[in-house]
């Protein structure tokens, strides 16, 4: 069975850092995958990064460029979203998804395609 288990979420100050995790289990990280994704109150879900099977291709939404840095290591069977620089409008609660790739380089930010899902880590970001 496919589980994805976020955390690292929690609050900071504008312009601080925090570190996400996204620990798998059930499936190696060789095949699939993986993806950020965020959702504000009242927003629709939002592609954050991805990264692909091989780890070799990123993916990243504008909003975060050049801010976020994700990143996988596979002998962890985990997957990290560094997040810096951060913003109040980067609140909000964080999922990390997986789907069998389609090739080693391939990449997707698009929600639909993904089929495993965490449960969410909150990331408040306030002073």
């Known amino acids: 069975q496919l589980q994805l288990v976020e955390s690292g979420g929690g609050l900071v100050q504008p312009g601080g850092s925090l570190r996400l995790s996204c620990a798998v289990s059930?499936?190696?990280?060789?095949?699939?995958?993986i993806g950020w994704f965020r959702q504000a109150p009242g927003k629709e879900r939002e592609g954050v990064s991805c990264?692909?099977?091989?780890?070799?291709?990123?993916d990243y939404a504008d909003s975060v460029k050049g801010r976020f840095t994700i990143s996988r290591d596979n002998a962890k069977n985990t997957v990290y979203l560094q997040m810096n620089s951060l913003k109040p409008e980067d609140t909000a609660v964080y999922y990390c998804?997986?789907?069998?790739?389609?090739?080693?380089?391939?990449?997707?930010?698009?929600?639909?395609?993904?089929?495993?899902w965490g449960q969410g880590t909150q990331v408040t970001v306030s002073s």
């Open positions: 990264i692909s099977s091989s780890g070799g291709t990123t």
């Open positions: 998804a997986a789907f069998l790739s389609l090739g080693r380089d391939y990449v997707s930010l698009a929600f639909r395609i993904f089929d495993s």
């Open positions: 059930g499936f190696t990280l060789d095949y699939h995958v």
